[in-house]
């Protein structure tokens, strides 16, 4: 018995202008892995690769070269027996550690997507990842993402987006005149007081260093929850103001390229962030989140998890690894409806939640 592996690629266009703080997006581009045993060529397993413009440290120009390569080197190094038997991808495991092995650390979406159709495969090919609650429908509870633009078109997405139920919100901040994000956020809070509304910031590191103790001040006074990446990743000023922030400082960008484990705790211990927030296709995959989450509790530190633009093949799979835990706040994984031509799927958000759907009995 052998694995049989190809990969296909689709271009999934967005529904709408998805504006991001590296500009706007049209589609966006994925790779997918299929894989099955030649002795049951019916079964396959499908997992879904796709890099962020921009932003991923695989976002190549030889991308797809060492996609080729890894799943060439794949059926010599696993087989579908020792998959069944080892059904969660963890980094100190030797059969998924003889996986990594042929996938380079700077290419985290390649290990997401093997990762995936690889559990896909050893559950039997039905979109199954991991065995759990999230199978039966308990929903996750989820924030509702709100897209960069003008002002009338903000403010349009968190109307629909509170009259939906979402309770927790999060807003990009730092591409608008800062006094006018300030007022967008007074008007939130005025607003909807009633509904008790969890506001999020993501700065993806638009604030300058000598300014930006100034302006979390300020946005202090909106009573927000966490600001993602205040300033950009990697400068020496990020210790002194996880310490001196009057918001608690998540990180996401800051995390990016670091893969040794011993490297992941100092990071951590350093700069001593409240929050980490991880994208499996940026963040060294499901094992390498685990891991980070593993350190992060650890540490004492808060986690939540999110999508990164994938399709529903990819958003299931998150979705079923983020329900191996006792989620508790609410997570980033409500992508699934910002393509024209998604794959089917019976992911559903609904009242602020995101769960599968059950089949008719």
């Not at 963890?90 to 996938?103: P, S, Y």
């Not at 509170?162 to 008007?187: N, P």
């Not at 409500?334 to 799927?345: D, F, H, L, M």
């Amino acid at each position: 018995m052998a694995l049989i592996i190809s990969y296909t690629t689709e271009t999934f266009r967005f529904g709408f202008k998805a504006r991001t703080s590296r500009g706007l997006m049209k589609d966006k581009l994925s790779w997918f892995i299929t894989v099955l045993d030649d002795a049951h060529p019916d079964v396959t397993g499908v997992g879904e690769c796709g890099p962020l413009p921009g932003l991923s440290t695989d976002d190549t120009p030889d991308f797809e070269a060492t996609l080729k390569d890894v799943l060439a080197k794949l059926p010599g190094v696993v087989t579908l027996a020792d998959l069944q038997a080892n059904p969660h991808p963890t980094l100190d495991n030797a059969v998924w550690q003889r996986i990594f092995a042929i996938v380079p650390p700077t290419f985290p979406s390649i290990r997401f997507g093997l990762e995936t159709a690889l559990l896909d495969l050893a559950h039997g090919g039905k979109k199954i990842i991991f065995q759990n609650e999230f199978l039966q429908g308990k929903p996750l509870p989820i924030n509702g993402l709100i897209w960069m633009g003008d002002l009338d078109f903000m403010m349009h997405q968190v109307n629909e987006k509170v009259a939906q139920g979402f309770r927790c919100i999060k807003l990009k901040v730092g591409g608008l005149d800062f006094d006018r994000e300030c007022e967008i956020l007074q008007y939130l809070r005025k607003r909807y007081f009633r509904e008790n509304i969890t506001l999020r910031l993501d700065a993806n590191g638009a604030f300058k260093t000598g300014e930006v103790l100034f302006k979390l001040t300020e946005l202090a006074r909106m009573n927000i929850h966490s600001i993602e990446q205040p300033i950009k990743p990697g400068l020496v000023e990020m210790e002194e103001l996880c310490r001196k922030s009057p918001i608690s400082v998540a990180f996401d960008e800051e995390l990016i390229g670091v893969e040794d484990s011993s490297e992941k705790k100092a990071l951590l211990s350093r700069l001593g962030p409240a929050f980490i927030i991880l994208k499996p296709t940026l963040h060294g995959g499901l094992a390498g989140c685990a891991e980070w989450i593993s350190i992060a509790e650890s540490l004492g530190m808060g986690w939540w998890i999110t999508s990164a633009l994938e399709s529903n093949v990819g958003l299931n799979a998150i979705c079923q690894f983020t329900a191996n835990y006792p989620v508790t706040i609410p997570q980033g994984l409500g992508t699934g409806a910002i393509y024209e031509n998604n794959v089917p799927s019976r992911l559903k958000v609904k009242g602020g939640e995101i769960f599968l759907e059950q089949s008719p009995v």
